[in-house]
């Protein structure tokens, strides 16, 4: 039972560059997160979606986007790289609301 | 401004003994608070939960118990064992918005054998 998948694991960009962190889960929740951890901070919500199509911001939104297309899938898309969002990023998932979430082993991404 | 504060962030306790962590919360409309554990490289797992209804929830060797007078909530692991090591996150969240949950920066147990 893979849970949450998170790709890539580890990933270099260029200030500037573009790219989508994938998360997929086969439990078929409903609730959907995007977190990031910066060194020594609690995890901070970057975007969440409560059912396909419908995506909400949380804390941290800026220079991001989301889509939720399908119940499995919810990638997370920074489109110009900044050097602040070096961080490592965590995918979660959940039933319902207020229920615990299921985390991914996040992606270590890293802006040079 | 940090609505949920650890502000241990590490602590050893020696394996067998009882270790404390704590947590504290500013925002009065945090109804229900979760632990969560999360191992180097890993993603967090959920630990234990507790709701503001009650004051103590218990499962096997983990304890939560919940003030909430003081805005305090601790987590109770006996006996310790070596494989608690890692960092601890508490969270919290108001049932205006489960959704989104504010977690603390965390507190790292180490348990020496």
């Known amino acids: 039972n893979a849970g949450v998948t998170q790709t890539p694991k580890f990933r270099i960009l260029k200030i500037g560059q573009s790219m989508t962190l994938q998360c997929a889960q086969d439990?078929?929740?409903?609730?959907m997160y995007w977190y990031r951890q910066d060194p020594g901070m609690g995890l901070k919500l970057i975007y969440y979606?409560?059912?396909?199509?419908?995506?909400d911001k949380g804390e941290v939104p800026n220079g991001y986007n989301v889509s939720r297309s399908t119940t499995e899938d919810f990638p997370l898309r920074l489109e110009l790289a900044a050097p602040s969002q070096t961080s490592v990023y965590f995918c979660?998932?959940?039933?319902?609301?207020?229920?615990?979430?299921?985390f991914g082993d996040g992606t270590r991404l890293s802006i040079l | 401004d940090q609505q949920v504060k650890q502000n241990s962030p590490s602590l050893s306790v020696q394996e067998g003994r009882i270790s404390i962590l704590n947590c504290d919360y500013t925002?009065?409309?945090?109804?229900?608070f979760l632990w969560y554990k999360k191992y180097p490289a890993e993603g967090p797992t959920f630990l234990i939960s507790?709701?503001?209804?009650?004051d103590k929830n218990e499962d096997g060797r983990f304890t939560v118990f919940l003030n909430k007078s003081a805005k305090h909530l601790s987590l109770h692991i006996v006996p310790s064992q070596p494989g608690d090591s890692a960092v601890y996150f508490c969270?919290?969240?108001?049932?205006?918005?489960?959704?989104?949950?504010?977690f603390g920066p965390g507190t790292s147990l180490s348990v020496i054998p």
């Open positions: 979660a998932s959940s039933y319902r609301t207020g229920q615990p979430q299921h």
């Open positions: 439990m078929n929740h409903n609730y």
């Open positions: 979606s409560v059912g396909a199509g419908i995506t």
């Open positions: 925002n009065s409309m945090f109804d229900y």
């Open positions: 507790i709701s503001s209804i009650k």
């Open positions: 969270a919290a969240s108001a049932q205006t918005s489960y959704d989104k949950v504010i």
